[in-house]
């Protein structure tokens, strides 16, 4: 998989404002933030996107979904409720090709999404 920024985040060659970190995955501030609430969720292990994932990565992607949860009470936003994204690929609007999770919260979202 090519370098990307959150590899260097990963490495912490770069700052993030993190708010998780485990032996699978790590959670920070998104650096330009579409709510009040916007945490990024990433795993350690260099996946592109949810495309390449396969059935060995069933365990990661139910512990990052699970990470999300714990965040999101942990942060006060789960009783209003939040909304949680995966970008893929090109039409999904992916930009950063390292797997990773929105959640967004803090004020009401509207759908359908641009
Ligand atoms: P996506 O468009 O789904 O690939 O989302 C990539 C996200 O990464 C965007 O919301 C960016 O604002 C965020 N992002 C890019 N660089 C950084 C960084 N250095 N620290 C935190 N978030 C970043």
Known sequence: M??????????????????????????????????????????????ESLAVCNSDDKALMGHLLDVVRQIAADLGIAADGYRVVINC??????????????LLGGRAMTWPPG
Do not use: M, W
Not at 17 to 33: G, N, S, T
């Open 89 to 102: 690929g090109a039409n999904g609007g992916q930009s950063v090709d390292h797997l990773h999770i929105h």
């Open 2 to 47: 090519a370098e990307t920024v959150f590899s260097k985040i990963l490495r912490k060659e770069i700052n993030a404002r993190l708010v998780h970190e485990d032996e699978l995955c790590i959670a920070f501030h998104d650096v330009a933030p579409q709510a009040p609430t916007h945490i990024l969720v990433i795993p350690r292990k260099p996946v």
